[in-house]
């Protein structure tokens, strides 16, 4: 039986994981180095590098195999999905739910915030010595709609409740019932989208979600609307976006783009009406400790024989 744990963390920074010899593991450390600590057969529960990059974080996934569980430390597992065929059926995929929900809704709401009080305009004029006063837009009586309503959507919902909104709208996949209210399924953006003043995507990347905010999408969207990205970058047809920002019909907040990282000489950079910030919505102060207590709390369960938290997806199923 194998019992290698990879970690992208030395053992000793984690506390709470399982002693050892106690637990029966072998603790192996990889941050994605190009050398692998150990023969990725023996592994067993591999935690993927964070912010490596997916050819980084599939390179050992076709050697392991007698690996049982793969643990990201990513909400979104999508730079997993080139490797995945390579495992044997029945592999526990686990997200990192809980770790970036506090983090990327921080986020959201600066670059809301930044955007609308015009905050890019200011820190430029401070550069040049002009004093750009004037009326600027409010967050306080604008409607909001998140597209994409799990667990970071739902941590952005609540962020924005001191704010007064107006009103904050919520699409998922498929309606479901919230604690605040409905969740309105993708199907009813058409109807949506022309009343809200900001749209919020969080949805995780999917073969559903892969161009979504399309030239149909943003057309729906009403003038002088704001559309914030901490999803994926892909979940936006980057050129259908780009010409509602030149045409001065939109405005938008990157955290993330298509391609990423966005190259230099790329149009995006400097369009009208646009803040883009690095894909920083996960890598904050906060990240590292909520990562380190889900790693000890997911292989205590795993060396007890527990089921596992935060399981998205199974192998061969």
Known sequence: MTTDVW???EAHEIEGLPEASEAGLNYRYWDGGPDFPANPADCAFYVVP???GDEVSVRPLPAM???RVVQTLTAGIDHLDSGLGSLAPGVRLCNARGVHEASTAELAVGLILASLRGIPRFVEGQRVEEWRAGF???LADKSVLIVGYGSIGSAIEDRLTPFECARVARVARSARAAERGPVHPLTELPSLLPVADVVVLSTPLTEDTRGLVGA???AHMKDGALLVNVARGPVVDTGALLAELESGRLTAALDVTDPEPLPAGHPLWHAPGVLISPH??????????RARRLLAAQL?????GQSLDNVVRITGS
Do not use: R
């Open 300 to 304: 205590t369960k795993y060396a007890a």
């Open 216 to 218: 149909d999408f943003l």
């Open 7 to 9: 970690l992208p963390f």
């Open 50 to 52: 964070y912010l490596k």
């Open 136 to 138: 600027y837009p409010a």
């Open 65 to 67: 195999t007698s690996v």
């Open 280 to 289: 920083v919505g996960g890598s904050s102060s906060a990240y590292l400790p």
